[in-house]
């Protein structure tokens, strides 16, 4: 779901449950969000969302991996990834 889709389903959301908003007050908020939400985990600390999961920053340690067509050894460098972990209320 991209952004302008996003920000286009709360909009009509908002605006069924009778509030005014802008559309481009919900684009700032939500840019905002996840501007927030980017810079924490580049700090490498976890995004914790109520009900929903917790984004956490892992870093992916070198290794050495083969290419069996070719038998190519290569290493690869380490690597900063996100992982999501689902909350367990989410589904309930």
């Given amino acids: 779901m ?25 684009n700032a908020v939500i840019e905002s969000v996840l501007e927030e939400i980017v810079n924490t985990l580049k700090d490498g600390k976890e995004v914790l969302i109520g009900n929903f999961g917790k984004f956490v920053p892992d870093i992916i340690k070198k290794k050495v991996v083969t290419n069996f067509k070719t038998g190519e050894r290569k290493v690869i460098k380490n690597k900063k990834v996100v992982k999501f972990r689902v909350s367990p209320n989410f589904f309930k």
């Fill in 2 to 26: 991209s952004k302008q889709i996003l920000s286009n389903e709360v909009y009509n959301k908002l605006a069924a449950e009778g509030y005014s908003f802008s559309k481009e007050f919900i």
